[in-house]
């Protein structure tokens, strides 16, 4: 028997690809096209070194879970556990449908002869089943947490989808720097400037590259904004007649400070709509703002309808 390993590395490949974007789809995350593409690569390799003489843990049940784990990783990072998880069960979930599907082409075109694993054909079409109580008591004990995972998983997506409808795209300009992400409309944002009432929009600051000292990194990640305030004279900074601390309430109660920029104006992308603000202040938040990555800034109700 000749096997062609370029053509079963090939068909894997764009099977893998199908079935990754097929999962971002469902789940409504954004992709990038060299991820997908690392991310096939890998799981296609896993299916050719089958025809190469290495050892045979390579194929046991624990290191194709390591696999398939590396390839949702490389397709989509980390994130948080939960993240992963939620997309490790959808990208399993398309794949036990489009194994099903080709199952059921296959149980067609079947000849009247074929035999497939204990189900037997007859010459006129119909499938005897030949029954194994061990492997009917296994699914029945499996039917239980598969119907909680895909409960899990499509309410997972259905609340993402929820949320896409309040996702828009951003363009921030200062001066000739433009800085974009994608921001999430929330209605409970409340955050004004009391001394001039500018609403404020909530940024991730890494969005903002290598603009800021990696000491004003620490000190905003550390909530020490004031402090950067009071060195403003040690040393120069492009866009310090642009600074503001703006008040807030944190979790405990207790009152912070947000270190923020005011820029020339900010765009607004939402549901094909564009919108420009122009008073409003870039509220710098030193941590993640979503753990998947969904979206980096937290978007003003005002900026909405600002004109």
């Known amino acids: 028997m000749v096997v062609y390993a370029d053509l079963i590395f ?148 259905k609340q993402r989808e929820v949320m896409t409808s309040f996702l828009a795209e951003i363009t921030i300009h200062v001066g000739d720097y433009t800085a974009s992400c994608k921001g999430l409309i929330d209605t409970g944002n409340q955050l004004y400037d009391p001394l001039t009432r500018t609403p404020v929009m909530v940024m991730e600051v890494s969005e903002w590259g290598d603009i800021f000292p990696e000491e004003w990194l620490k000190r905003i990640r550390s909530a020490d904004v004031d402090q950067i305030i009071s060195g403003l004279g040690e040393e120069a900074f492009e866009w310090q007649d642009r600074l503001r601390l703006v008040p807030y309430r944190g979790v405990n109660r207790n009152t912070q400070f947000m270190l923020a920029i005011k820029p020339d104006k900010v765009v607004i992308t939402h549901n094909e709509v564009q919108t420009e603000a122009f008073k409003v202040l870039i509220g710098l938040d030193g941590g993640k703002l979503c753990h998947d990555g969904s979206y980096q800034a937290i978007i003003h109700p005002a900026l909405i309808s600002a004109v």
């Open 10 to 157: 090939l068909l894997n490949f764009l099977m893998d690809a199908a079935m990754l974007i097929v999962t971002a789809k469902t789940r409504k995350i954004p992709f990038k096209w060299w991820r997908i593409v690392g991310s096939s690569f890998l799981g296609a390799a896993y299916v050719v070194i089958m025809f190469l003489p290495v050892p045979l843990f390579l194929f046991t049940f624990s290191v194709k879970c390591m696999f398939c784990i590396g390839m949702i990783m490389t397709a989509f990072g980390f994130g948080s556990l939960q993240n992963l998880l939620r997309n490790l069960g959808t990208f399993l979930l398309v794949n036990f449908a489009v194994a099903g599907g080709m199952f059921g082409i296959h149980y067609v075109l079947a000849s009247s002869s074929d035999v497939m694993k204990g189900i037997v054909f007859t010459q006129s079409g119909v499938a005897l089943f030949q029954l194994n109580i061990g492997s009917m008591l296994f699914v029945l004990a499996l039917l239980i947490p598969l119907l909680w995972w895909f409960r899990t998983v499509f309410q997972s997506t």
